[in-house]
């Protein structure tokens, strides 16, 4: 298992990964052997300890974070259902999911130029993981979920996180409109 800090507040750059003693690694570099002789070199200990704090403070806080986080969430897929009925959520509210991320697909947009005219109104989102970022292929989870191509190419992921406010939510909404109606205008060009 492997945990990303940046994601829980802890510094960027800085995570955590749990394995098994017998689980075999291949070394990425070489020198003095430490940590079971698959990466060499001191570790960080000032990243080390910002991720345990940032690690401990969001285990105290998880049930009340994860509440607001689906609330924030919920409020979000209503304001995107009331903005566009066209709107897909590729899961329904009810499914068991991460209650943080809202995945939701506008058909006829193209997802390169939402991300663009959002980014533009100060909104931070993506079209796919970020392991995949920069990719041009459609998401090979999104078609193993039956979503065809042409379908893939107006997703949207949104992820809420533990600074995500109220007011997020709003800038978003207030940006989706002009947004979405421009990017469906660049992909009716390539419909």
Same mark, same amino acid.
């Given at each position: 298992m492997s945990l990303s800090g940046h994601k829980i507040g802890a510094p960027v750059g800085v995570g955590v990964l749990v394995a098994k003693p017998e689980v075999p690694f291949a070394v990425t570099s070489t020198g003095g052997g430490q940590q079971r002789g698959v990466r060499s070199g001191t570790l960080d200990a000032a990243h080390t300890a910002a991720y345990a704090a940032a690690l401990? =403070? @969001? #285990?105290? =806080? +998880?049930? =009340?974070?994860? #509440? *607001?986080? +689906?609330?924030?969430?919920? *409020?979000? *897929?209503?304001?995107?259902?009331?903005?566009?009925?066209?709107? +897909?959520? @590729? #899961?329904p509210e009810d499914a068991p999911q991460s209650g943080h991320i809202v995945h939701v697909i506008f058909p006829g947009a193209d997802s390169d130029s939402l991300l663009f005219l959002l980014d533009e109104r100060? %909104?931070?989102?993506?079209?796919?993981?970020?392991?995949?970022?920069? %990719? @041009?292929?459609?998401?090979? %989870?999104?078609?193993?979920?039956? %979503?065809?191509?042409?379908q893939a190419r107006g997703a949207l992921r949104l992820s809420l996180g533990w600074t995500s406010t109220e007011r997020d939510i709003d800038l978003l909404l207030a940006a989706l409109p002009e947004s979405l109606e421009r990017a469906r205008a660049v992909g009716a060009l390539f419909g």
């Open positions: 401990q =403070e @969001t #285990l105290a =806080e +998880r049930e =009340e974070q994860s #509440l *607001r986080l +689906r609330a924030l969430a919920s *409020r979000l *897929r209503a304001g995107i259902s009331a903005i566009d009925p066209d709107a +897909r959520f @590729t #899961l100060g %909104v931070d989102s993506a079209a796919g993981s970020a392991c995949s970022a920069g %990719v @041009t292929q459609a998401s090979p %989870v999104l078609a193993a979920m039956g %979503v065809s191509d042409q």
